[in-house]
């Protein structure tokens, strides 16, 4: 049971099915897109109040975060290295002599593959879901999107919340060392290129993320993929990079950004045998953008984190021994929120506290069936809305919470969904699941 259970917190927190390449008598997941371009922002909405937590939630302070109006202060300034990054291993356009550190022949072989897996994923998926969720998204709905076991996975909250203020993403996969882009040479650069190329195509082409190829990507990849991952779906949504930095989480929940002592710590980027020790220094990163051309700036944070109650060796502290993440996504207040492809850990007792922050907080959710199940939903004045089919989760870890999906998706009028959100079910159908407070 204790090993069954490490896998499935790897697999979640991810983002991500522990299913590769189907078999052949497995049809292979159809990839699904929607807009190229998001809908333009509208003006923010001024954020609610955090409501009164459960007993189970974290105290946190009263005043939700509000994103800079430009780059943080203090901490080290990485945004030269982030442009970097965009331009090479995003592919996104512009100048940086940091970019011009990867030769021009090997940045275009890299970009020749990129692109197409950008191009075709917005066009078979980004154009279908942005057209749905443009139609479906509440024009009040919280400006500050969570987004939990989000893998590498920040262009699908770009999909459905074009005009968000601020997006976290949380999974146990750090942002990585942005420093080695400049350090990686010859066959030690055309290797983790490749692995972005492999892993950013995967991603595009079933829309949720291959843990155990994630964890060698990741956490031991020479280039920050993760990062690289947040940066290609800017490039897709039509965003620019406006400023990098990396921080860490106090024990108030606050954020630290790292400055040049804290830098001084890590490993040196060219320290192959230390890649894990390194990206866990660079674990958290907080990204500003804005539209090309114009716009308010916005800002993703994605967060390293351990979103199971208890300490896991191997993955870190949970959430009962160190609050700390909690109290950073409290301090938020109101919020709206997404999942999916999580393996149903929010259905597991052992994620009731993650399960509990999303229930007291959240106005308007969406997920696949491994989002807030109606069992603990309705009785927290939730409604739900059910998109496609669902009858069985194609994956045992989903088997806990089955009859009660299976119930409210039979329960619900017939709605067709054109495009695949998350996890499929037993019978490779596509689902959607809306959450939302009732009035």
């Not at 920050?224 to 990079?241: C, D, M, N, R």
């Not at 009731?352 to 491994?370: E, F, G």
Request: proline letters at 6%; glycine letters at 8%; one cysteine or more.
């Amino acid at each position: 049971m204790r090993a069954f259970l490490f896998a499935a917190l790897v697999v979640a927190a991810c983002g991500s099915d522990k299913s590769t390449t189907p078999s052949k008598a497995t049809p292979a997941p159809t990839p699904v897109v929607a807009p190229t371009q998001p809908a333009a922002a509208p003006k923010v909405a001024q954020q609610e109040k955090p409501a009164a937590k459960s007993e189970s939630s974290v105290a946190s302070a009263e005043k939700p975060t509000q994103p800079m109006a430009g780059p943080p202060p203090g901490g080290h300034d990485f945004t030269a290295e982030g442009r970097a990054l965009f331009i090479v291993g995003a592919c996104g356009e512009g100048t940086s002599e940091e970019a011009n550190a990867v030769p021009a022949a090997r940045r275009k072989q890299h970009c020749d593959v990129v692109n197409k897996a950008q191009s075709d994923y917005a066009d078979k998926w980004v154009k279908k879901a942005h057209a749905f969720f443009v139609d479906k998204v509440p024009k009040d709905a919280p400006k500050t999107v969570v987004y939990p076991f989000a893998g590498g996975d920040l262009s699908t909250a770009l999909t459905v919340y074009p005009d968000a203020t601020e997006i976290t993403t949380l999974s146990l996969e750090p942002a990585g060392d942005p420093r080695t882009l400049a350090a990686l040479k010859g066959n030690d650069l055309d290797e983790a290129m490749h692995k972005v190329e492999f892993e950013l195509k995967w991603l595009y082409r079933v829309n949720f993320s291959n843990t155990l190829n994630m964890i060698d990507a990741m956490r031991g990849g020479h280039l920050p993929t993760q990062l690289i991952f947040g940066l290609s779906a800017l490039k897709v949504h039509g965003y620019e990079l406006v400023s990098l930095r990396y921080f860490s989480i106090q024990d108030d929940g606050s954020i630290h950004y790292l400055d040049d002592a804290d830098i001084a710590k890590a490993p040196a980027p060219t320290a192959a045998k230390s890649a894990q020790e390194r990206n866990m220094v660079f674990a958290n990163a907080e990204v500003q953008f804005k539209k090309q051309g114009g716009g308010e700036i916005q800002v993703w944070r994605h967060i390293r984190a351990n979103l199971g109650n208890e300490t896991s060796k191997g993955i870190g502290k949970g959430l009962k021994d160190d609050p700390r993440v909690l109290k950073h996504l409290e301090a938020k207040g109101k919020i709206a929120g997404m999942t999916k492809a999580a393996s149903y850990l929010l259905s597991w007792d052992s994620f009731s506290l993650m399960r509990n922050y999303l229930v007291d907080h959240v106005v308007w959710m969406v997920s696949d069936a491994t989002g807030v199940a109606p069992k603990w939903g309705k009785k927290a004045g939730f409604e739900y809305e059910t998109y496609g089919t669902f009858e069985a989760p194609h994956i045992d870890a989903g088997n806990g919470i089955s009859t009660d999906w299976k119930q409210e998706f039979a329960a619900e009028p017939k709605r067709s969904l054109a495009f695949r959100f998350g996890y499929y079910d037993k019978k490779f159908r596509n689902h959607l699941v809306i959450m939302k407070k009732k009035a």
